[in-house]
């Protein structure tokens, strides 16, 4: 509690706070058991004060609605300075990988925006950084929020509202049957004009090529999305689609046993992950090269690979990556016969999908393909309910890549070669 001199003092240095419409920096005091704190601060992003500090302004958003004509102007660049420099800390908030802090100090405030486009920039940030952390329910919900800011007359496939649109599909691909959710990327891509609206069209074609692609297991109609993607990012020079096709290409290649080439593409998305937006990107190529090198039987660089993948991975904190990768090393493990290895490492992966809201069907699935194998490798006899409850789930949700599999383990095979195609 602040006494009453340190009130006095705070609104002498900062008479802002004082005023109605301020922003707010929530911080949560979490306890730390003896012997953890130095693990623990290595772990958490170290933000210096001086990222912070621009964010207290003498602007406050309360100011705009005075009665005062003559200072309105002043007033509104200042607002829009605001604006700018805590766009700015969120965004570095997001790259530190302290989305769980930023999200804190946004999300009470969203509503107080009232200029729709300022507010859709804060958004943005905010469905992402509850994509990253695994809230994918909550990140969609937002979406339907900002849905109805806009007139009921309003045209849905409009370049404020496209975008919007693409990112509700893509929060709810984590849990919804991709049967549902393809034909309304398709529609999306009818009503998107690649001229007016470059950004989007190059999204859908991603979206289409490559995650609702690799979900569905048509890889070649799938693939012909993915080069139309990559055709239209090398003429547009935009390294981020690129980056992000090209994995999904070299996935695609590694999947029809390319590998030589698979790791071509995987490398050369690497390398454009290093421009600008990319550090996710660099999480999941080198979770793919991990399983690459996997499939070449190179254990050492597999295994590389995906420690390096997992150490980025928890520094921005992204759950179902993390539960990916240590499905990866589970393979790994199943691969390499290390049995009570693959069972340590399939547990921890399940517990990362845990913390994705709601289920991550696609790893729940792939953890009962591998839990169904380890089973029938101890001989324990329960092996095939297992494995035809991961045939229900997949036929479910419209993995027919994955419900295939799960028919081979049950007819048979011994020893069916599962390529992890990540999302």
């Given at each position: 509690m602040v006494g009453s001199r340190e009130t006095e003092r705070l609104a002498k240095d900062l008479p802002f706070l004082a005023r109605p419409g301020t922003w707010r920096v929530q911080i949560s005091i979490i306890p730390v058991p003896a012997g953890q704190d130095r693990g623990l601060r290595s772990r958490l992003p170290q933000l210096p004060m001086n990222s912070v500090l621009p964010l207290l302004s003498a602007a406050a958003p309360a100011d705009l609605l005075g009665d005062h004509a003559d200072h309105s102007c002043a007033r509104l660049e200042?607002?829009?300075?605001?604006?700018?420099?805590?766009?700015?800390?969120?965004?570095?908030?997001?790259?530190?990988?302290?989305?769980?802090?930023?999200?804190?100090?946004?999300?009470?405030?969203?509503?107080?925006?009232?200029?729709?486009?300022?507010?859709?920039?804060?958004?943005?940030?905010?469905?992402?950084?509850?994509?990253?952390?695994?809230r994918y329910a909550d990140?969609?919900?937002?979406?339907?929020?900002?849905?109805?800011?806009?007139?009921?007359?309003?045209?849905?496939?409009?370049?404020?509202?496209?975008?919007?649109?693409?990112?509700?599909?893509?929060?709810?691909?984590?849990?919804?049957?991709?049967?549902?959710?393809?034909?309304?990327?398709?529609?999306?891509?009818?009503?998107?004009?690649?001229?007016?609206?470059?950004?989007?069209?190059?999204?859908?074609?991603?979206?289409?090529?490559?995650?609702?692609?690799?979900?569905?297991?048509?890889?070649?109609?799938?693939?012909?999305f993915l080069t139309r993607a990559i055709r239209q990012a090398r003429q547009r020079k935009d390294h981020y689609i690129l980056a992000r096709c090209l994995r999904k290409y070299g996935d695609f290649l590694r999947y029809r046993g390319h590998l030589q080439l698979s790791k071509d593409a995987l490398l050369e998305a690497l390398r454009l992950s290093g421009h600008g937006r990319g550090t996710r990107q660099r999480i999941y190529i080198h979770g793919c090269l991990g399983d690459l090198e996997r499939q070449k039987q190179n254990y050492t660089a597999a295994s590389e690979h995906f420690e390096r993948a997992i150490e980025l991975a928890r520094s921005t904190f992204i759950p179902g990556w993390l539960g990916n990768l240590h499905l990866g090393l589970a393979e790994l493990a199943l691969d390499r016969s290390r049995f009570d290895d693959a069972q340590i490492l399939l547990e921890q992966a399940e517990a990362h999908y845990r913390n994705t809201h709601p289920r991550h069907w696609w790893g729940e699935i792939q953890v009962a393909l591998v839990r169904s194998r380890l089973m029938r490798a101890g001989?324990?006899?329960?092996?095939?309910?297992?494995?035809?409850?991961?045939?229900?789930?997949?036929?479910?949700?419209?993995?027919?890549?994955?419900?295939?599999?799960?028919?081979?383990?049950?007819?048979?095979?011994?020893?069916?070669?599962?390529?992890?195609?990540f999302l």
């Open positions: 200042a607002f829009r300075k605001l604006d700018e420099q805590t766009l700015g800390l969120l965004k570095s908030l997001q790259l530190q990988g302290a989305s769980g802090l930023a999200l804190e100090l946004l999300t009470p405030q969203l509503d107080g925006i009232s200029d729709p486009n300022v507010r859709l920039q804060f958004a943005t940030i905010l469905f992402d950084m509850m994509h990253i952390r695994g990140a969609a919900e937002l979406i339907r929020q900002e849905f109805a800011i806009h007139p009921p007359n309003a045209e849905m496939h409009s370049p404020l509202v496209l975008p919007l649109k693409i990112r509700f599909i893509h929060h709810q691909m984590f849990y919804r049957p991709v049967t549902e959710l393809w034909p309304q990327m398709i529609d999306l891509l009818s009503c998107c004009d690649e001229v007016q609206d470059p950004d989007s069209y190059g999204e859908i074609l991603f979206m289409l090529g490559g995650n609702l692609g690799t979900l569905r297991g048509n890889y070649e109609e799938a693939r012909r001989g324990n006899l329960d092996w095939p309910e297992l494995a035809r409850m991961a045939h229900r789930e997949a036929t479910a949700a419209g993995y027919s890549r994955d419900a295939a599999f799960a028919t081979a383990l049950l007819s048979g095979d011994r020893n069916p070669q599962n390529v992890l195609m």
